[in-house]
Every structure is written in structure tokens, then in C-alpha cells.
């Protein structure tokens, strides 16, 4: 199930934002950031530092109350756009990176998550906010085996 099309009583279960939770700036701001993130993102990997990429997204800080779906919403809508305007092809590993990054920015718990199926093969990276997809297809955890979720 996509968060983004889920019905809001969907959200209950364990708190996922900081109390202190700023919401998302307006969509200029937001795409500026997803732009700059995907240049980030796409250094790191571009020099093999995939180290730090991962550490940069597991030591993000956690979230600690309540979702707020549209402000999820606007953040994958964002990254949308960054991508448009983006020179190079986007690699769902940077893709992935970046929007957990900027969900976790705005107290949103998102987690990275790796998979890949064995026959053929293929690795896949996606985000995840309560178990729900966002910004990829709903049933992309049902193609994969989870490797790891940071």
C-alpha cells in the first residue's frame, strides 16, 4: 500500500514525526534541496564512497509523533521535479538516499531500504515511511528481498 494514497486512520500506529516538526517550506525551497541532494548523493557515489552515504542516512536523527501525509507528499512531488531538471540520468540508489534524507530533515522516520531478487538478478533502492512505499511503486517490497533498512 502507498502511504500517499492511503486514508489518513491508515497512518495510527507507532509515532513517526518530531514533535518539533517544521512543515515542509514551500515547493521552490523543497526542490532547490532535492536538487542539491541528488548532487550530493551522486558525488558520493560517483567517487565509490558508499560508505558515507550510508552512514549520512542511518545517523539521521529519528522522528518521534505523528505523520503528516501531505507533507510527504509535496517532499516525493519535489524530487519529481528536481529529477526533471536533473542533467544525468538518477539512480534509484540516489534517488532513494536523498528523498530519506530530506524526509528525515522535516521529522519524517523514512528508512532506505536495499533489496534485490536472485533470479534475474536485480537490486533495487527505495524509501519507506511505516511500512508504506514513497516516490516508487507500492509493491516494490514485494519484488525484493530486503537486504538492509537504514
Same mark, same amino acid.
Request: aromatic content about 10%.
Given at each position: 500500500?502507498? =502511504?500517499?494514497?492511503?486514508?489518513?486512520?491508515?497512518?495510527?500506529?507507532?509515532?513517526?514525526?518530531?514533535?518539533?516538526?517544521?512543515?515542509?517550506?514551500?515547493?521552490?525551497?523543497?526542490?532547490?534541496?532535492?536538487? &542539491?541532494?541528488?548532487?550530493?548523493?551522486?558525488?558520493? &557515489?560517483?567517487?565509490?564512497?558508499? =560508505?558515507?552515504?550510508?552512514?549520512?542516512?542511518?545517523?539521521?536523527?529519528?522522528?518521534?509523533?505523528?505523520?503528516?501525509?501531505?507533507?510527504? &507528499?509535496?517532499?516525493?512531488?519535489?524530487?519529481?521535479?528536481?529529477?526533471?531538471?536533473?542533467?544525468?540520468?538518477?539512480?534509484?540508489?540516489?534517488?532513494?538516499?536523498?528523498?530519506?534524507?530530506?524526509?528525515?530533515?522535516?521529522?519524517?522516520?523514512?528508512?532506505?531500504?536495499?533489496?534485490?531478487?536472485?533470479?534475474?538478478?536485480?537490486?533495487?533502492?527505495?524509501?519507506?515511511?511505516?511500512?508504506?512505499?514513497?516516490?516508487?511503486?507500492?509493491?516494490?517490497?514485494?519484488?525484493?528481498?530486503?537486504?538492509d533498512r537504514c
Open positions: 500500500m502507498s =502511504l500517499l494514497n492511503s486514508r489518513p486512520h491508515s497512518l495510527s500506529g507507532p509515532p513517526m514525526v518530531d514533535r518539533a516538526a517544521r512543515h515542509a517550506p514551500p515547493m521552490p525551497v523543497l526542490v532547490f534541496k532535492a536538487y &542539491l541532494l541528488l548532487v550530493l548523493f551522486d558525488v558520493l &557515489l560517483m567517487r565509490g564512497d558508499f =560508505l558515507k552515504l550510508y552512514q549520512k542516512i542511518r545517523d539521521a536523527a529519528h522522528a518521534r509523533t505523528a505523520i503528516r501525509p501531505e507533507d510527504i &507528499l509535496r517532499v516525493s512531488r519535489a524530487f519529481d521535479l528536481a529529477s526533471i531538471c536533473y542533467w544525468k540520468q538518477i539512480l534509484c540508489l540516489q534517488r532513494s538516499a536523498a528523498i530519506a534524507c530530506l524526509l528525515k530533515q522535516y521529522g519524517i522516520r523514512a528508512e532506505l531500504v536495499i533489496g534485490a531478487q536472485a533470479f534475474p538478478f536485480k537490486a533495487h533502492a527505495w524509501v519507506e515511511v511505516a511500512g508504506c512505499v514513497v516516490g516508487d511503486k507500492p509493491y516494490t517490497h514485494e519484488m525484493y528481498q530486503v537486504l
